[in-house]
């Protein structure tokens, strides 16, 4: 890459501050709509677990069956909206993301609910990297900061409301119904969308056919065989860990996506972008946040549940706390990503989450006590998000960014998918054990300490 290239802000065409913050709101809605539908599962979740009489790494798969998706997708998106334009692929997103959640609303048994939860992933894994790379054309650097903070804050916005209604919609008419919101706020966000996401012109001349497909089969091979390898017990019942057939596969699958991508002229990944001096580490930190925030979210649910006994309708008022929490420091953590040193921003993240997980690992307090362990959890981790969106993306050329944006929104969902695995895995383990459920989650939210903080030490070679 090129270092006289110029950034991709001073390429983007003029535009006033009202069609700017405009464009921002167009942007925000499908993102708060999936993660609405996100946190209005994870309070249903129990209740799916029980309905089925599913295990705890059988009811991982039901995050899995979203996230790996939407992790593998996403470089795909990325890529081709550069060379088809993002405005067209936000669209289609959406209309897909209806289809699965209306499949998921009818769902009869664990398959079909599997399946609706799949399309739904597919169909969300271009709203992040096209978000991402649209704020990095389109915003001045001085303004890039605020605004992705002020992007990234609606999940966490959308968050603190979905606990609840889907707390109050398990209670009174059953699971399924969560995914009812989802339908009509579908419709709005692709409204919305199409009126303040105006369509651009591609960037990159390439298209459908010049695209990477081969690489797109091996690094989804990669990923799928790998996840199988972590839950293995659910899929060829052996148990995890130990199925090496699974292993072996995904070493074979990502040796072939490496030699494909080093050797092809228009690869799916441009290793290239590594040379960036942020864009690396800011993609390892945003995979170990990822890591860390998902396999607690899939946590403590089950936790405040069988630990303390809370209905759904207590657990979303819970949880409601918790998103705001994220909302609060999310927005905080924009503000001085334009201002701050970006390691002291990311590393207080990291050792905020590591001190509130520690807690919850050496001790078992009451209700509130837990509460207000899992809050610091969630302050600590709303505060790097922005910064690190920003790390990754201040170098990039205009013609690049929905492919740098891609490639970085999987590195840092790629971490969700196996923070939610291994939690349920985790868990599914210690269960067996431990003397009893308590000491089983204290086991693996030690584990999890662990990770915060080592993810300090990824996050302190940031460079400003």
């Not at 927005?331 to 921003?345: F, N, T, V």
């Amino acid at each position: 890459m090129k270092t006289q290239e110029l950034s991709s802000a001073a390429t983007a065409p003029e535009q006033g501050a009202g069609s700017l913050w405009g464009l921002l709101i167009g942007l925000m809605i499908p993102v708060g709509m999936t993660t609405f539908n996100m946190s209005m599962f994870s309070v249903a979740l129990p209740t799916v677990r029980d309905a089925f009489g599913a295990e705890a790494d059988l009811t991982a798969w039901l995050v899995t069956a979203y996230s790996l998706p939407f992790v593998i997708f996403m470089p795909l998106y990325g890529k081709l909206g550069d060379s088809l334009g993002k405005a067209r692929l936000f669209q289609s997103g959406i209309v897909l993301f209806f289809i699965g959640t209306l499949v998921c609303l009818l769902a009869r048994d664990l398959p079909q609910l599997l399946i609706g939860r799949i399309l739904q992933g597919t169909g969300t894994a271009g709203f992040y990297p096209l978000c991402i790379a649209i704020i990095a054309e389109r915003f001045p650097p001085s303004h890039q900061g605020r605004a992705m903070g002020t992007w990234s804050s609606v999940a966490p916005g959308a968050a603190s409301l979905g606990p609840l209604l889907g707390g109050f919609a398990v209670n009174q008419f059953g699971w399924n119904y969560v995914f009812v919101p989802s339908l009509l706020v579908g419709v709005v966000a692709l409204w919305v969308v199409y009126r303040q996401v105006p369509a651009q012109r591609p960037v990159s001349g390439e298209g459908l056919q010049a695209f990477d497909w081969q690489g797109a089969a091996f690094l989804g091979g990669t990923l799928v065989f790998a996840m199988f390898y972590l839950s293995s017990r659910t899929v060829s019942g052996v148990e995890p860990l130990r199925d090496w057939r699974f292993l072996a596969a995904a070493i074979a699958m990502g040796f072939l996506f490496w030699r494909r991508e080093s050797r092809t002229a228009k690869p799916l990944v441009d290793f290239a972008l590594y040379s960036c001096k942020n864009f690396g580490v800011a993609s390892m930190s945003a995979g170990c946040r990822m890591i860390i925030m998902h396999t607690v979210n899939f946590l403590y649910v089950l936790y405040l549940t069988d630990v303390y006994g809370l209905s759904a309708m207590t657990l979303g008022a819970f949880s409601t706390v918790f998103a705001v929490a994220i909302l609060t420091t999310t927005r905080l953590g924009g503000q001085l990503a334009d201002r701050i040193h970006y390691r002291w921003i990311v590393g207080s993240s990291f050792a905020i989450q590591c001190g509130a997980l520690a807690g919850l690992a050496l001790f078992t307090p009451p209700l509130f006590g837990a509460a207000g362990l899992i809050l610091a959890q969630a302050l600590g981790g709303g505060l790097a998000l922005a910064a690190l969106h920003r790390a990754a993306m201040e170098e990039i050329p205009a013609a690049e960014s929905g492919a740098a944006a891609g490639l970085y929104s999987t590195a840092r969902f790629g971490g969700g998918v196996i923070g939610a695995t291994i939690a349920g895995v985790a868990l599914q383990q210690a269960l067996r054990f431990a003397p009893g459920p308590g000491e089983a989650f204290q086991w693996v939210f030690g584990a999890v300490a662990v990770i915060s903080l080592a993810s300090v030490l990824v996050a302190w070679r940031l460079q400003r």
